[in-house]
């Protein structure tokens, strides 16, 4: 089970930081992401970190101001969000999966988390 926390209001511009964790005790140190999805509109992949934290993989419109990192515990992951633009604003929603591949970033998770709200003010 995913818990996710950190969502909020911010102004453009301004830096929101989500974490999440997976409760429930496992052995598997799984891929840990991120999607998001805005009214209207369908849930798109974010970012995603491999097991190590060895690779990161980024959406192209967040690049250079999303950074995802790994905690110290296992399953944990954090988002840092800065520079947060308008179309930033959606719900987020932590995901995990065994392994990464390409079906990764269509939504093809083991685990997702409820979402938590970003919501960016101009």
């Known amino acids: 089970q995913l818990q996710a926390s950190g969502g909020g209001l911010v102004q453009a511009g301004g830096s929101l930081r989500l974490s999440c964790a997976a409760s429930?005790?496992?052995?598997?140190?799984?891929?840990m992401g991120w999607f998001r999805q805005a009214p209207g509109k369908e849930r798109e992949f974010v970012a995603a970190?491999?097991?190590?934290?060895?690779?990161?993989y980024y959406a192209d419109s967040v690049k250079g101001r999303f950074t995802i990192s790994r905690g110290n515990e296992k399953n944990t992951v954090s988002l840092q969000m800065n520079s947060l633009k308008p179309e930033d604003a959606a719900v987020y929603y932590c995901?995990?999966?065994?392994?990464?591949?390409?079906?990764?970033?269509?939504?093809?998770?083991?685990?997702w988390g409820p979402g938590t709200q970003v919501t960016v003010s101009a």
């Open positions: 995901a995990a999966r065994l392994y990464y591949d390409g079906s990764f970033r269509m939504g093809i998770v083991d685990h």
């Open positions: 429930g005790g496992t052995d598997y140190n799984y891929v």
């Open positions: 970190i491999s097991r190590t934290a060895s690779r990161t």
